[in-house]
């Protein structure tokens, strides 16, 4: 298999600040890095999908400004939730492709007080 | 656009029988790989069994199956002798099988939350 970690597994922030999420594939290159976002009993919904070295690709309806998502290599992307506010908390989870499969990290929970 | 659905929300099932989990999909390619993955308490998603779409023979991974039905877009997953561990959401999930970047990206049923009785 492949491992992916990501960091925080949880976070606590204040409205208005910012909070970065790191996800690295720990065993492996990912040159494509996926972002997802899961609200509680509900499904994974993909926000973005970052590719080393370009631009992100961002799904409809996900707010590229808010969402702030750095591929700067073939082992980290970091999605950055600027100016988070109560409406922001959530469970967020990265993947990493590897031949075929995607390896997801542990998530993060984040909460916005 | 792909479609992937879950039409049970909650499944229940006695420890060491079977159950089978549906999942349908829409799609208007012929080539693409299908999913399932499981998500415990932990949160962590992990790789229960995959299908190619162009493998007539349905795959297995130890008590998990498959019966893939590809002209009735069906995805069905059944796990044999039920074990405690094996309570957790499931997900059924789409994969296109174009090579070209944004096409790795996985489409995600609503899930089944399959419950364990002793």
């Known amino acids: 298999g492949a491992v992916v970690s990501q960091h925080p597994s949880w976070v606590i922030c204040k409205s208005g600040t910012s909070v970065k999420i790191e996800c690295r594939s720990l065993d492996f290159q990912a040159t494509t890095m996926f972002w997802y976002r899961q609200f509680p009993k509900q499904s994974l919904m993909l926000m973005a999908t970052?590719?080393?070295?370009?631009?992100?690709?961002?799904e409809q309806g996900v707010e590229k400004d808010k969402f702030l998502i750095n591929h700067a290599s073939l082992t980290l992307s970091t999605l950055t939730v600027t100016s988070a506010h109560p409406e922001d908390s959530s469970f967020y989870i990265c993947?990493?492709?590897?031949?075929?499969?995607?390896?997801f990290g542990s998530g993060t929970r984040l909460t916005v007080v | 656009a792909q479609t992937v659905t879950q039409s049970q929300p909650e499944m229940s099932v006695q420890e060491a029988e079977t159950v089978t989990l549906s999942c349908t999909y829409d799609?208007?390619?012929?080539?693409?790989?299908l999913f399932w993955y499981k998500q415990p308490p932990s949160r962590q998603m992990i790789l229960v069994i995959r299908q190619e779409a162009y493998k007539q023979q349905n795959a297995t991974e130890n008590r998990f199956s498959v019966n893939f039905q590809k002209a009735a877009k069906s995805f069905s997953l059944k796990i044999s002798d039920s074990q405690l561990g094996d309570a957790a959401m499931y997900f059924c999930?789409?994969?296109?099988?174009?090579?070209?970047?944004?096409?790795?990206?996985?489409?995600f049923g609503t899930g089944t939350r399959l419950t364990i009785i002793p």
């Open positions: 993947s990493a492709t590897k031949e075929l499969e995607q390896f």
């Open positions: 970052s590719n080393e070295g370009s631009k992100a690709t961002y």
């Open positions: 999930a789409y994969r296109s099988a174009k090579s070209n970047f944004g096409n790795e990206k996985l489409t």
């Open positions: 799609t208007s390619e012929s080539d693409y790989y």
